[in-house]
């Protein structure tokens, strides 16, 4: 398969899955997803994350775009203030191979992660959920605990890794 083709399969990849996976996170409906996956982000959902599609990070001068970020939503059960835990961010890549690399800013992001536990970053437009709310400030730091991969194993298999 040539460059432009594996291109073309990825970007109707990322396409399709992103509308399935904001569909799951409004609805709370996963039955859409393969239950390889759908039990998975069912789980994160059911524990209070909340998903963001597409936002800008900024880390060590480089500009990484994540397809997507889950940040823990907490209620105050007293005042019901909602607040969300931008000190543990869970990082999600979209990628149709389970070979496919990260791109060179992704690999900031990473490399942050494996070396000092957490990757620091910066929101600079701020970031919202699916549901358009705003879960972070413009330039709000953003501390990402884990980096993952939503992809297709060598089973053919939808998994995060």
Known sequence: MDETSASYIGKLFDETVETRMVNAWKTNNFSDLPSSVSTQLQALKN?????????KLTINGKNPVPDYLLIKKEIDPLTNAITYDLNNVKYIDCKYLWDSPFTTSQVEIVNGVTNSGLANTIAPFGIKNVNDVQIAIPNASIKIKTVEKLTVNQQMEMVIQ
């Open 47 to 55: 524990q209070g994350y909340e998903l963001a599609v597409e936002a």
